[in-house]
């Protein structure tokens, strides 16, 4: 499996528009917690770490920012500004969040409850871990 935009249903209607994912038809994992992140400073950086086992879906709900993964040996970014569509991350990636615009927020969608114990912080760590493999 590898990161990958998984676009969403769009309904149009006149009163406002109206999107939605659900397992299994559009998520690839069942979601066990759902966390989001708003009022980012301009400037700052969210994520920067890995999961040894979580999957995670990121959604731009509202506004932009990029999603920079990083396999173990090489970088890709995704820029994320619409909701109707998100980034699905499996395992073993390295993951951060930046260049949010004013008012953005993120929706994050996890298979795994909050375990301290699934992260890799340390990106050297993370590339031995991952080229491991
Ligand atoms: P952290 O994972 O470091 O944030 P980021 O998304 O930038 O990587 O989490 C920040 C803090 O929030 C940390 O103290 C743990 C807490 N937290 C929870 O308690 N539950 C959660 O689901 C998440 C994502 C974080």
Do not use: C
């Amino acid at each position: 499996m590898i990161p990958k935009i998984i676009e969403l249903p769009k309904i149009y209607d006149k009163r406002g528009n109206l999107s939605f994912f659900e397992h299994p038809n559009q998520l690839p994992f069942e979601i066990k917690r759902t966390y989001w992140i708003y009022d980012v400073p301009g400037g700052e950086t969210r994520g920067s770490h890995a999961f040894k086992e979580q999957q995670e879906y990121i959604i731009a709900l509202s506004g932009s920012f990029d999603v920079v993964i990083h396999n173990g040996k090489e970088e890709q970014r995704f820029s994320l500004n619409r909701s109707y569509y998100g980034l699905y991350i499996p395992k073993m990636f390295w993951r951060k969040l930046e260049n949010f615009s004013t008012n953005s927020l993120a929706l994050i969608v996890s298979d795994h409850t909050y375990n301290q114990d699934d992260y890799i912080r340390d990106f050297e760590e993370f590339k031995k871990l991952a080229n491991e493999k």
